[in-house]
């Protein structure tokens, strides 16, 4: 694949040194918008705005959905008012409302300028919604139908109107006001007898979602029932807008990003890597590095209390990465599995008993498995074949022991920190790995030096 658009980039770029825009032009009109819009990404920027106008009007809009922001900028400062303005017309409500957002105030400016009246009214609504609701999302752009209309009516009015429309494969059927009380599929209406009236073969068990609804939750309802697109509706269940399967495509590849990097502890970024600069990296992975330098404070403090014990038993220091490791690692296990879990719907708050249940069950499994073969380690390896003196049977049952409580530990407080998170209106995802690991690093020690001080009557 790499290697084939190598060899397009090279061959667009060979007919632009020839001047062989025809031959240009016919190459582009034969690719996806996508696909053009990736190519243009290698292409040098003084070079985009001649390849841009080769393409037929429609495809043009198309590709310029699919563009970066950088290049959009790049490409809407070298458009003529009358260019700019056969763009925007192609554009749909929302893709156009996306790249609003990404622009600068005096590019939205001339933006807006260019749209016409009926469309700068549409965004300017869209706008208004917060930027994680179904109302930020959602295009205006859809096709409605009256409940008294025969098939053959609304055929007709889909062909007349359906040509600026987002979807025309499900209709949805309003009353006065615009009341959503159904919706009818294309291919119903096409088997449909002409005189048969649209309330008597439409769905009326509408599937909606309201114009404040979280946007993830949105994507999660159309990947749930399949839609292609769902209704957005007001308080009153008025039709304000629909949100097609693609933009919750968007949606849930931005938030799966968003996650990765909370749970990395790095602030989360709308750009892609290669756009942001050394400072962009420096200022959203330093606060994150900071916290978490500053908490692992308290597992300095914890050794040095402790530094008495440690001094009259040496061996002890020996075991204490493996220790805080493994907790870590147990409690990242399940904290990525709870996680995940909330983030896809299967599990809420109220099924925190039932979570807690099974990972101590897990974690009593675990915790055995890993004390029994660190066991054997101890003996076979420490006291066998390397012969340490320091490392006794009591110390291996300390270390043992240990082992099995912070395994137990940590599985718990990685399952029930992401759910308690999302209780009180956090992003689970913060509680994932480098936070469980600090704060599991800390117990572990003081479960050790407890059991160590108990069991070596430090």
């Avoid at 056969?86 to 957002?101: F, K, N, S, T």
């Avoid at 012969?387 to 022991?401: D, F, K, Q, S, Y």
């Amino acid at each position: 694949m790499r290697e084939s658009t190598l060899i397009l980039e090279s061959t667009i770029e060979a007919l632009l040194d020839e001047k062989k825009y025809t031959t240009l032009r016919d190459i582009l009109v034969t690719m996806n918008p996508a696909d053009i819009a990736m190519l243009f990404e290698e292409i040098p920027d003084e070079r985009l705005p001649v390849l841009f106008r080769l393409l037929p009007k429609e495809q043009a809009a198309e590709t310029f959905v699919e563009m970066d922001s950088d290049a959009q900028e790049l490409l809407i400062k070298g458009f003529s008012d009358a260019e700019l303005k056969e763009v925007v017309d192609e554009l749909y409500v929302d893709d156009a409302v996306d790249i609003v957002e990404e622009m600068p105030a005096n590019v939205v400016k001339r933006i807006l300028r260019q749209a016409d009246p009926e469309m700068r009214k549409m965004i300017n609504d869209i706008l208004k919604y917060p930027d994680d609701s179904a109302g930020s999302i959602m295009t205006t752009e859809f096709v409605s139908l009256r409940p008294k209309m025969t098939t053959e009516e609304a055929i007709k009015r889909i062909r007349r109107t359906g040509v600026d429309k987002e979807t025309i494969y499900t209709c949805y059927v309003t009353e006065s006001s615009n009341v959503l009380v159904g919706y009818i599929s294309i291919r119903a209406l096409l088997l449909a007898d002409e005189s048969e009236i649209i309330e008597d073969i439409m769905e009326q068990n509408v599937i909606a979602v309201k114009t404040t609804d979280d946007k993830e939750e949105v994507a999660r309802t159309l990947a749930r029932y399949n839609f292609i697109a769902v209704p957005v509706v007001d308080t009153e269940f008025r039709l304000v807008g629909i949100v097609t399967v693609d933009d919750a495509i968007d949606v849930i590849e931005e938030e799966a990003t968003e996650d990765i990097e909370k749970m990395a502890s790095i602030m989360p970024s709308d750009k892609p890597y290669l756009k942001m600069n050394v400072f962009e990296i420096w200022r959203n992975r330093i606060p994150w590095l900071l916290f978490l330098m500053l908490s692992a404070t308290f597992t300095g403090i914890i050794i040095t209390s402790f530094e008495e014990k440690l001094a009259a038993q040496v061996a002890l220091t020996a075991f204490i990465p493996m220790l805080t490791g493994t907790g870590g690692n147990s409690g990242s296990q399940s904290s990525v599995t709870v996680i995940r879990s909330l983030s896809l719907g299967d599990l809420k708050f109220s099924d925190l008993f039932s979570v807690v249940w099974k990972e101590s069950r897990v974690a009593v499994l675990c915790g055995v498995t890993l004390a029994a073969a660190n066991f054997l380690k101890i003996v076979l390896v420490d006291m066998t074949l390397m012969h340490n003196e320091g490392v006794t049977m009591m110390i291996a049952l300390v270390v043992c022991v240990t082992l099995a409580l912070t395994v137990f530990i940590a599985k718990i407080v990685g399952s029930v920190l992401p759910m308690a998170a999302e209780k009180v209106g956090l992003d689970p995802a913060v509680m994932a790995s480098p936070f469980i690991s600090t704060i599991v690093d800390a117990i572990s020690l003081l479960v050790y030096f407890g059991v160590a001080t108990a069991i070596l009557k430090l």
